[in-house]
């Protein structure tokens, strides 16, 4: 085995742990906020759960940008010679991995964990949207109803991976610092 193949092992095994860390905190984001979806509450205590639901996912977005970036940092730290477009591989395999990983758990939540839950927000949108609807708009969206989870999943892996991907690219550009006085900075 040459020191290229060794290499790229490497960098999918460091992504690998990346992206399992940044898709557990997606999926403790995605289960947090299911679970309080289901509490009932009104007047003051829904307006509470709405607001903590979003701050909820204000922190998820923050620690997810900041995590990607620790760990490009963490790769580029422990790997010598790298490159800006090395760092950008990583970051966008840690990208697609903690996407994959998302993906799938949503996928298995829709289809197993909480089946009815998508079945009843179908419910809810049809009763809101039945006078402005047809018949045959109301036909076409039952028929979409089992194909949900499918079109969630490719959704979640292309929308994570890209975002991850955006991510990677606009910290790759520093990671490894191209200044060149940086040493002589931190003496």
């Known amino acids: 085995m040459n020191d290229n193949t060794f290499e790229r092992k490497g960098t999918w095994n460091d992504a690998a742990r990346s992206g399992l860390v940044l898709g557990l905190v997606a999926i403790a984001y995605m289960v947090i906020n299911s679970l309080t979806g289901k509490i009932n ?8 759960i709405n607001v903590a639901s979003l701050l909820l996912w204000a922190f998820k977005f923050y620690l997810c940008i900041r995590l990607m970036k620790y760990f490009m940092q963490k790769y580029a730290a422990s790997h010598e010679g ?3 477009g090395d760092s950008f591989r990583f970051g966008t395999a840690t990208a697609l991995l903690s996407a ?3 993906a799938g758990f ?4 829709t289809m197993f964990i909480q089946p009815n839950e998508l079945k009843d927000a179908m419910d809810v ?7 402005m609807l047809t018949e045959a708009q109301m036909e076409t969206i039952q028929e979409l109803v089992p194909k949900l989870p499918t079109i969630t999943f490719f959704t979640n892996l292309l929308w ?3 975002f991850g991907t955006v991510l990677a690219a606009i910290f790759s550009r520093n990671i490894p610092s191209r200044n060149p006085f940086e040493d ?4």
């Open 82 to 84: 790298i490159s800006n």
């Open 100 to 102: 994959l990983l998302y």
């Open 184 to 187: 002589i900075d931190n003496q």
């Open 106 to 109: 949503s996928l298995a939540w």
């Open 125 to 131: 949108a049809m009763a809101a949207y039945e006078n």
């Open 160 to 162: 994570c991976w890209f």
């Open 41 to 48: 509450a009104s007047g003051v205590g829904a307006a509470v």
